[in-house]
């Protein structure tokens, strides 16, 4: 009776430690969504984006790391790389020192014209679904895209080396063509966006074949 007893008590904290752990992961993961959208948002702002400091730089770099450790948690994966970085982006662009008042620089700035991929949105395993974050990507594309004078967008599907090539060939497609379509609902005409499939031919991340990496599940928007 005594073994029976010692064996249930194992079982009750055994099922403690895996619902605290749980816990304790879904509290990280709130988090980690909160910075990003806290950077997302800083991104997106005026008075960040004409700051005479790094906020800037910061908040897009926290917005990419963050992003990624969520990509990673919605895997059922804890990475601590990005979440690593992601916190210390974070850290950092929450950390810069507010500028003195200065006058607003002539709109848009340097940075917001970037010709270097002004948008990259992830997509989950096996999915052409767009994310939650897909609109804000694509409004700031669409909304930058007279002011910059970016007469041509281009899209461009990937996938991770999970199924065959010919299968992430049609996924990355059917990506692309999700995220031309968000754009052109913004007001972009549809006619000045190129789309384009690599399936799994261009990662981000290198892995072997059959792994499901969350940074090689995305699009790609370039412009000129």
């Known amino acids: 009776m005594n073994k029976r007893i010692g064996m249930a008590m194992a079982a ?3 099922a403690a430690g895996v619902s605290n752990i749980a816990m304790a992961q879904g509290s990280e993961r709130g988090e980690i969504q909160q910075r990003y959208d806290a950077a997302l948002a800083a991104t997106l702002d005026p008075a960040t984006i004409g700051a005479n400091d790094a906020r800037y730089t910061w908040a897009s770099e926290a917005k990419v ?4 450790a969520l990509g990673y948690f919605k895997s059922g994966t804890r990475d601590e790389t990005s979440i690593a970085r992601c916190n210390d982006a974070y850290e950092r662009m929450a950390g810069q020192a507010s500028p003195e008042p200065l006058p607003p620089p002539p709109p848009p700035p340097t940075e917001t014209c970037s010709r270097e991929l002004p948008g990259i949105i992830y997509f ?9 974050e897909a ?7 669409a909304a930058n895209a007279a002011p910059c004078g970016w007469t041509s967008i281009t899209v461009t599907g990937h996938a991770d080396r999970s199924g065959s090539n010919a299968y992430n060939m049609g996924l990355s497609a059917r990506r692309a063509d999700a995220v031309a379509n968000l754009i052109a609902s913004y007001g972009v005409p549809r006619e000045t966006i190129t789309t384009a499939q690599r399936g799994e031919e261009e990662p981000r991340v290198l892995t072997a074949d059959g792994v499901r990496e969350p940074q090689n599940r995305r699009v790609e928007i370039g412009v000129r």
């Open 124 to 132: 989950d395993w096996n999915s052409s679904e767009l994310p939650a």
């Open 12 to 14: 009750i904290c055994l």
């Open 65 to 68: 790391q963050c992003a990624i």
């Open 135 to 141: 609109s804000e990507t694509a409004q700031f594309v």
